[in-house]
């Protein structure tokens, strides 16, 4: 499902216009994003839970030419499935 398709079933969930829909998914999306920029931890209960990692600075490897990298310090989002969706998705 990509965000055209959860824009769509809003639209048809809340019966509502497919702009109202759109700045909805928006906002929700903004915000996450907004919060993860922040480093802040985001929890939808049930669902998931977003949060940034950070990554030390550490020695890697070309593996075409073999020779030593060293790849910089860094931060990525980082998502983890909530319990009820595990089970959900297990079923």
């Not at 499902?1 to 019966?15: D, F, Q, T, V, W």
């Not at 977003?50 to 030390?56: D, H, Q, S």
């Not at 860094?74 to 297990?90: I, Q, S, V």
Request: no cysteine.
């Amino acid at each position: 499902m990509n965000k055209l398709e959860i824009i769509s079933a809003l639209k048809n969930e809340a019966n509502i216009s497919k702009s109202d829909a759109a700045k909805v998914v928006q906002i929700f999306f903004g915000s996450i994003q907004n919060a993860l920029v922040q480093e802040e931890r985001v929890e939808i209960r049930g669902l998931s839970s977003f949060f940034v990692k950070e990554y030390k600075s550490y020695t890697g490897r070309n593996p075409k030419t073999g020779e030593k990298v060293l790849i910089k310090p860094k931060k990525l989002p980082f998502f983890k499935a909530g319990k009820e969706l595990k089970n959900r998705a297990d079923n």
